[in-house]
Each structure stands twice: as C-alpha cells, then as structure tokens.
C-alpha cells in the first residue's frame, strides 16, 4: 500500500472531502455530506507512518479494505 500523504488525500478527494485550508504542514479536508473533517500530515516527500495513515482513513470512515 502508498502510504504517501499525496495518495491519502487523492482517496479522501474520492470520498467527498474538499480542501478548505492549511496551516504549516498540516491540511485540513472537509465533507459536508458526513460533516467529518480530517487533518492530513503533510511533511514534504515522507511518507506516513502506517498506523497514522490507518486512523486517518478509520477517522474519515474509510474501510481499509474497499481500497486495492
């Protein structure tokens, strides 16, 4: 699996989040459907460590295994 903070975004943006703002290194995605909002680490070309980018995705309401 990517773990990348690039793909975690693209798969939120799939779900129905939008961008709505950033402060330093950390964005801020929004559904107005779920009413969820969900802040992505964004530390340059790392990758998310994978207990983080699971809790992200459970937190958005995600099931890890809809994804390929």
């Known amino acids: ?3 990348s903070p ?3 975004i693209r798969i939120l943006e799939q ?3 939008v961008f709505k703002r ?3 290194s950390h964005h801020l995605y929004f559904n ?3 009413n969820k909002t969900i802040i992505v680490p964004v530390h340059g070309s790392k ?3 994978k207990g ?3 809790a992200i995705l459970k937190q958005a309401g995600i099931d890890k295994n ?3």
Do not use: P, V
């Open 1 to 3: 699996m990517n773990l």
């Open 47 to 49: 990758d998310l460590k």
């Open 15 to 17: 779900h129905g989040f």
């Open 6 to 8: 690039r793909n975690l």
């Open 22 to 24: 950033s402060k330093g």
């Open 52 to 54: 983080t980018f699971l």
């Open 66 to 68: 809809t994804l390929q």
């Open 32 to 34: 107005s459907t779920t």
